[in-house]
């Protein structure tokens, strides 16, 4: 008989948090008891799993010591106010929230380094890192010693439901004032976010990097295993509801073999390479799929050691909740 594992998840009512249920049954993954919860103004409303509707339950009042698992998929306040009372209970820990630093747990994409949930201490505590740092590791990783990786740049083209149910409804409601010539009221963003793009994610620090930006350099330092590795990061507030997509370029130590970079990439886990002469998009190819998408492979113009990509995935589906259900997994293998 199939062991069973009763399951938390901390921020049910979220759109990482109902994708994440979603997957937990597509996955058919040994869910004993399945406990949904939320903050204090969520709490009552119902998520539908397997054709039940399950009711959300207060964080506040929750006996973790009933789950052997808890997913954080709330805000960084909720993790930081729970995930050691979990822990205390001997629940394991997945943190989706951005929470819980480098220095206190590990980061994990399971196609870049699984093998970090080896060394971990039970009651185990992982992160799932952000959308932005699972996609890229998922490609770069294979590439990784092919291309004796110097430097890496990006522009990361992210979609509003990276932050979450206001974000997008503030983009439809923008979108549907601008078409009826109707005056525009920026309410969560701090300006017109439709048909516009907005140079930063966040606010800045002192330097001018926010902090998504310094997050995704340190998370896939780690995730590459490459502690000393220049990356330059650039995040981009664009008016599209789901799917995050990015550019990519690599510098590598030696000349760029294009040949044996689609070779990796053709087989790679996760990761669907897109035929040359055409290119993927969110809408059309990423939303609502478990994989990565790369197109426009190219070197330099005038640089053989560098190489560039255009990368898209669905950043709540692939980038948060299907990655923290296959650490679920990788724990459940790692417990047996």
């Known amino acids: ?44 409303s119902s998520v539908n799993y397997r054709g039940k509707n399950l009711r959300v339950r207060e964080v506040d009042a929750f006996d973790f010591s009933q789950v052997k698992l808890a997913f954080f998929a709330a805000g960084p306040a909720v993790t930081r106010s729970f995930a050691a009372k979990a822990r205390a209970a001997g629940c394991a820990v997945i943190d989706l929230s951005g929470a819980l630093s480098a220095e206190q747990v590990a980061a994990v994409v399971p196609e870049a380094n699984p093998q970090a949930i080896d060394s971990q201490n039970l009651p185990v505590q992982l992160v799932s890192p ?45 979108t549907a004032e601008l078409l009826n010539a109707r005056p525009l009221e920026p309410r969560f963003f701090d300006r017109q976010v439709a048909f516009n793009l ?30 000393s590795l220049k990356i330059s990061v650039t995040c981009v507030q664009v008016p599209v509801f789901f799917g995050d997509s990015y550019t990519v370029a690599v510098h590598s130590r030696k000349a760029v073999d294009l040949a044996a970079v689609n070779a990796v990439l053709e087989h790679a886990d996760s990761v669907e390479l897109v035929e040359a002469g055409d290119y993927p998009t969110p809408v059309g190819d990423a939303v609502a799929q478990d994989v990565v998408y790369v197109g426009r492979v190219r070197g330099g113009v005038d640089e053989a050691e560098q190489l560039n990509l255009w990368l898209t995935t669905d950043n709540v589906r692939k980038g948060a909740a299907l990655n923290a259900v296959q650490l679920a997994e990788l724990l459940i293998k790692h417990l047996a």
């Open 130 to 174: 952000s959308a932005a740092a699972v996609a890229l590791a998922v490609v770069l990783a294979p590439l990784k010693h092919l291309l004796e990786l110097e430097r890496v740049n990006v522009t990361a083209c992210m979609a509003v439901s990276a932050q979450g149910r206001e974000a997008v409804g503030e983009l439809a409601r923008q």
């Open 198 to 227: 907005l140079a930063q994610v966040g606010t800045s620090d002192s330097e001018g990097h926010g902090a998504l930006e310094r997050r995704l350099v340190s998370e896939l330092r780690e995730l590459l295993g490459l502690p």
């Open 1 to 44: 008989m199939t062991q069973t594992y009763d399951i938390a998840v901390i921020g049910a009512t979220g759109t990482v948090g109902e994708t994440l249920v979603q997957i937990l049954e597509e996955r058919d993954f040994p869910l004993g008891t399945l406990h949904l919860l939320a903050s204090n103004e969520s709490a009552g």
